[in-house]
């Protein structure tokens, strides 16, 4: 069974320092990995996708790599904003259909 | 990306009552939808999976008559709380995915129900 865990749980950082968020996963034979936001009381928006074949993703500020090896993903976000203040999710399918098993996910608070 | 829409965004009702919430891919067709359910400062947890036209697939623990799936269409996906009672207030999210398993899912910007 797929299990996902997130170090750390919260994170607080000043303006303008990067983000390295970490994201672990048991099972190597995963099919991509998915990193999302949520606002509070909000729902998921999907940031970065990375396929099982893939070894990083980038959007803008937003850089994630997949190590399928050591089964770890980190999110880099570069020069943080307050407005990245959010709970930050990551999540690996468990099994063909698509079913995702979610990390507890990493509480972020970016202080002006 | 694409857009999931869900609907109420939120609903208190009275312990015994019925409540349905929608879940409509709005751009894409979603061969697969998936419903989770949030509680307060936890992560999400899978409740089933539905697939248009076939009965709900549903995560250990999950009673089925009280949560009612069904997916009608390609875009529509509904959960239905039977009886709800205050332990079944949480915040309930669906997610809707493509044709292949590999494709991302889009969530819905989530129901939070309350059971008085």
């Known amino acids: 069974k797929q299990e996902v865990t997130q170090i750390p749980a919260a994170l607080s950082v000043p303006e303008g320092e990067n983000l390295v968020l970490n994201c672990s996963f048991t099972?190597?034979?995963?099919?991509?990995l998915q990193w999302f936001r949520q606002d509070p009381g909000k729902g998921l928006t999907s940031l970065l996708l990375?396929?099982?074949?893939?070894r990083e993703q980038t959007s803008g500020r937003l850089n994630a790599s997949l190590d399928k090896s050591s089964g770890r993903s980190t999110l880099y976000i570069a020069a943080s904003q307050p407005g990245d203040s959010a709970t930050y999710l990551c999540?690996?399918?468990?099994?063909?259909?698509?079913?995702?098993?979610f990390g507890a996910g990493t509480q972020v608070v970016v202080t002006p | 990306g694409a857009v999931v829409s869900q609907h109420p965004s939120w609903v208190i009702c009275k312990s015994g009552t019925s409540v349905k919430i929608e879940c409509r891919s709005l751009?894409?067709?979603?061969?697969?939808m998936f419903w989770y359910r949030q509680f307060p400062k936890q992560s999400l947890m899978l409740m089933a999976t539905?697939?248009?036209?076939?009965?709900?697939?549903?995560e250990q623990g999950v009673e089925k008559d009280k949560f009612l799936i069904n997916h009608a269409s390609l875009t529509l996906s509904t959960l239905t709380v039977t009886s709800a009672h205050p332990e079944d207030s949480s915040f309930y999210i669906c997610?809707?995915?493509?044709?292949?398993?590999?494709?991302?899912?889009?969530f819905g910007p989530g129901t939070r129900l309350t059971v008085l």
């Open positions: 539905s697939n248009e036209g076939s009965k709900a697939t549903y």
């Open positions: 990375i396929q099982s074949s893939q």
């Open positions: 999540a690996a399918p468990t099994d063909s259909w698509g079913k995702l098993q």
């Open positions: 997610s809707a995915q493509g044709s292949r398993s590999t494709d991302t899912q889009y």
């Open positions: 099972d190597s034979a995963i099919y991509n």
């Open positions: 751009d894409f067709q979603a061969t697969t």
